[in-house]
């Protein structure tokens, strides 16, 4: 028998939502939201097992590498900050499409570079097309996916960017072995373009609009129509219910999120975002480099060192999910910081006394910590700290933390490892996690359980005081 609902208010809808055990179809529309998250991830760490190629096509120095790597930050920083206010503004759907389309077109371009400054050009585009992304898929998710499972169907992002790391050396280890040499690069970036485009396809087929954001900006008739084809329910809209907003649909404005609600939560996100970002970037995206420290320079130990060390941020990511309702954002954010401090710490003192091997468990095991905690924790924590209205606004600005962060990653590691070496580099960046496990044990912040407009009537008030409110 068919299940009926009637609606009254945006409030109905998302109440629904919270509860609802979810249609058959709703794990692969979260693994479709999820797979720009893959072809981000891939983007982002394709470069890095290239970089070797790359540096004999142009002739790079250790700042013009960190230039190539950094650029894709900078464009995903921009990205971040206005996609997620794009993301309140026009929908969760228009802005599913246009990063997909951002992403195939400069993956192609970034290829067929015949010099570093063309190079740049497209690499900012791909981190444009990144930062587009994030807001958009944390944000759907969490209003669409059930209160009892929404913060481990989040968290599933980890899991998908590092199977996409992962995916990196297999695509070119058969490249490698017919001879690709110095283009080795342009294969692992081009091929980004492949999972970009078939992702658009099934966005475009399977993913609608978030019921949530319908209600609150298009009408509740709108709303209803959404939830009968995702949900098959039959949907009432009450008398006078589904009229579209008679004002304006009210602006989202970046100062909400640092209003007396929510400051404490937003500086947490912050933290949590710029401090694990930064230990990733300069670690887990030039994992290839470091495995040819360990062991030889010779080119397949960076492809196969890569796929190793990826292995260990896919087993964190899935124990991640396992554990998250039972501990919560902020208790696994602590406990892998303290990981990562300590596999740091012990590479940085113990290196000289250690094997090739023993030194590459450390690296992995860095990665794992990194990976089960704090590695998806803030754009967790961002998806679930604002209410709907917001969402897109907070998980921008918890996505332009991550780019800050990453920047300063990848420019820390070439620059650093090239003036003091690799393992005073690692001494000095042990600052990272420890300032980032500071901040989690001071603020006191944990949104797994809460309903997906816990805030709605505070929210009002806080609005009020930033003055984007009648």
Partial sequence: MTQELTIRSASDVSKFVDEHPGARSSALIVMIALGGVFVDAYDFTSLGIGVPALKQSFGLSPFEIGSVTAMMAIGALVGAIWGGKATDLVGRYKMFLVDLVLLVVSAVGAALSVNLAMLLVFRFLMGLGVGLDFPVALSFIAEFVNRNKRGGGINLWQLMWFLAASCTGLVILP?????????????????????????????????????????????LEEAARILESTYKVKVHVAAQGGRAPSKPVQRPAFSEIFQPLYAKRTLLISAICMTQSMEYFAIGFNLPSISQTLFGAAFINAILGAIAFNLFGIVGAVLNVSVTRRMGTRRMAILGYAVVFAALLALYRLHAGLSPEMRGLLVGLMILGHSFGPGSQGMTMAALSYPTRIRGVGTGWGQGMVRVGSVLGFYFFPLLKARVGFYNMIGLLLLVPAVGLASALLIKWEPIGASMDQDADAEGQAAAMAGVLE
């Fill in 175 to 219: 490249f490698y072995y017919a001879g690709f040499g110095d283009e080795l690069w342009r294969v692992a970036v081009g091929f980004g373009a492949v999972p970009a485009l078939l992702i658009l396809i099934l966005r475009f087929i399977y993913v609608k609009e978030s019921a949530p954001w319908a209600a609150q900006n298009v009408g």
